[in-house]
């Protein structure tokens, strides 16, 4: 046996396993075809997340003067898209080597080629037969190729758009996931004209379609110009068409549903839907034979995967518990941020749960006034009986960390009533969960 | 009977305590000689944070070009503390006609002038005299005034600094809270050269250690001039004299520890140190008068003050707990933000407690490196032989936020373990909660 573990893939479901059964003593090798650190690290999570922190603070600064600072000549200032590109590159560059110094540090071996599951307790890297007595598939997935009668040159998928040194200015986002609302913001607050095209009736499907109603509005405000429930159907000399209509634009950027990345297989392992299919515990049908994250199609999350992967290693170690997954917080990095975590609306409604909404806008907050971000609000989804916190939903600039307190609550099992109990300090943008606990507790204070 | 309820002084003991009684039906009135919501929302918290908020941006905008934004001159930038003082004023306004409709709406009778209590009982507003079962004062606090042999019209109240159209450029911030702390930064941050004396031997006393030392650090790399456990001791011609040196400055802004304001009292009001003297019930010596907020010297933070305010109507109520404040957070909204909850490393080791620091740097999270916000980190006090979380302390550029899911955890009673589970998206800062508790739990995934 060569090793205890092999995992495939270094995305944030296989190297945040990797780590972890280093840590608790498995001889464990990972084999990357690319880059350490996957789509997340290189071309997803962390590039557009650098980028959208660029092109919000290049937003930011054109209403500097309602701050009070003076200077900022309007027609002087430039998003210099390739800077920024390299500032992106820079921290990727970063954490790739942070990655690799983890990886060194818990004692795993890196494998850099391509991996074939050759059976269970087989995988080729290269001209390499390697045993072990566990295998991790952790392939990922991929936006969809996009199907739509329009030459592939028009085509941009976000992997090619991360890493050039210039963007189209005139674009369609194709897709209707976190991932294409933040590109086609991100493209818009840099300075282009962005069109977006979603076969789904409404954007982020995966929220409650409240969330979706806001950040629909917000970015028609924002001069988004949206095609929702429409398919990309031609060309034109300037553009597609989409929704019966022409829209103008120099490529289309495609942020289709994803697909999973299958490794080359010598097996019998079974599929379903194209992801490959594993059991509660993360097992293919293949004894000793896991896939943990995107690849499995039940995550499209890093840190669902990175969750999976931690999982996965516990299950080896004997730790035999199901995959729960209902508490994970769903990020969108828009501005203002959306986040959501437990159930949605209709997930209560489906079911047959007596429910109560309690909402606080962020135009009663002190700390939001001060810092001029009044878009936004908190929802809690609770039980009417007893209080038990079911959902939570943030629209805000800081969202996405603030949701880190209403995943405490679920955490814990806690209800409107402790969550009205938190102390939170004055002036926070955070009171705003305490006051909409209150809301639900019909001793609103600032409403 | 006049009315079930006078409170005299309308800052955020004072109102809150008057919307919350107006909604259990108490007959209310508030009495207030200045302005609706008191120092906090007219000369503290609101507008200092509107103005560090500008002071922020000020800077952040300075390193513009390192996110790849162009054609901002330097040299042509000016901080206007005229226009970013109006932007204050504007908010200021806005919260305070936000309560007034709050006490309208619930039925609080306002009423403008100084009050006097004349007794249990007895409050006289003018030249009315009003009869109430239960009186609470609520008047708040302010600087001590400043002890130094300097001339008076050198001395500059934080009152007189958010109010005027112009600051001096070069200033002494006299004092060591938090407060003293954010004026120094945000004048320092808007182009002044600043100062900072305080009688401490260290910043922020009711801070743990580590963070005071933190700061210290980053005010002096930041270039403002440090005189800890210094007075001020005279003046020359163009400055006054600290530590035994000369200190230029056109001005000393005295942010010095806080003193009561007391009402005219006409009848045996028990003070102690200058306070007015509670029990736990937050009652003072007179049967039916309490004391809430500052002006008991149990609390110099707003949101501690509204807690306050919210109990005593508990108690009136007939609701007898005792005010438990150990989970309120400390907020310092300096650059990178500090927020503390629970037990810091000196209070715990004089309890005898055994117990374990936890910490993760900023640098090795993903968010914080997008955001260009590296210097900070989150540190975990936690019981060695059950895991409890004792005291959490965060430095990051939105901790004074991220401290709401601490305070979640602390309300909750969770564990270093329950923390290393709570389910956080990728990339966030927040995550650092989530690896500060693995390390803790002996798992460190990122580092």
């Known amino acids: 046996m060569d090793f205890d ?103 795993v071996a890196v494998i850099s080629g391509e991996a074939t599951l050759v059976g269970p307790g087989q995988v080729r890297a290269g001209d390499r037969l390697l045993m072990a007595a566990n295998i991790f598939i952790a392939t990922g997935s991929r936006p969809r190729p996009l199907e739509a009668p329009i030459p592939a040159e028009l085509v941009v998928e976000v992997e090619q758009l991360v890493r050039p040194a210039e963007v189209p200015q005139q674009v369609v986002v194709y897709g209707e996931g976190g991932n294409a609302l933040e590109v086609a913001q991100m493209l818009k607050l840099s300075g282009g004209t962005v069109a977006l095209v979603a076969a789904a009736g409404r954007l982020i499907p995966a929220a409650d379609p409240y969330l979706s109603r806001f950040i629909q509005g917000r970015l028609s ?27 103008q634009c120099e490529r289309v950027i ?13 097996c019998q392992l079974d599929l379903a839907d194209g992801f490959i299919q594993t059991d509660e515990y993360l097992q293919t049908n293949l004894p000793g034979v896991y896939a943990i994250g995107d690849v499995n199609g039940r995550s499209d999350l890093a840190h669902v995967a990175s969750a999976q992967g931690l ?11 199901k995959m729960e997954q209902r508490h994970f917080p769903l990020n969108i990095y828009s501005q203002p941020e959306i ?109």
């Open 5 to 107: 573990l092999i995992i495939i893939g270094a995305g944030p479901a296989g190297y945040v396993a990797a780590i972890r059964a280093g840590q608790v003593g498995l001889k464990t090798a990972l084999v990357e075809k690319a880059d350490l650190g996957g789509m997340c690290l290189n071309w997803g999570c962390i590039p557009t997340k650098s980028l959208l922190e660029s092109a919000k603070l290049y937003e930011r600064i054109r209403t500097a003067a309602q701050f009070g600072i003076e200077g900022i000549d309007e027609y002087k200032l430039r998003f210099n898209w390739r800077l920024a590109r390299d500032r992106a590159q820079r921290i990727v560059r970063r954490l790739t080597r942070g990655v690799e110094g983890l990886l060194a540090k818990n004692g």
């Open 221 to 247: 405000r924002d001069g988004i110009r949206l095609y929702l429930g429409a398919a990309i159907t031609g060309h034109y000399e300037s553009g597609i068409l989409a929704g019966g209509e022409r829209v």
């Open 254 to 266: 495609n942020c289709s549903l994803r697909q999973a990345v299958l490794p080359p297989v010598e």
């Open 311 to 321: 999982h996965a290693v516990n299950v080896v170690k004997g730790i035999r518990r």
């Open 339 to 447: 986040a959501q975590i437990g159930f949605t609306e209709p997930e209560l409604a489906a079911q047959g749960v007596d429910y109560k909404v309690s909402e606080f806008p962020l135009a009663a907050n002190g700390k939001a006034l001060a810092e001029g971000t009044l878009d936004g609000f908190v929802r809690l989804l609770s039980d009417k009986r007893f209080g038990e916190v079911l959902g939570v939903q943030i629209v805000a600039a800081h969202a996405t960390d603030m949701i880190g307190e209403a995943a405490a609550i679920l955490q814990m099992e806690g209800t409107v009533y402790d969550l009205a109990k938190v102390a939170h300090a004055h002036p926070t943008v955070s009171e705003i969960f305490m006051e909409a606990g209150l809301v639900a507790a019909d001793q609103p204070l600032h409403i």
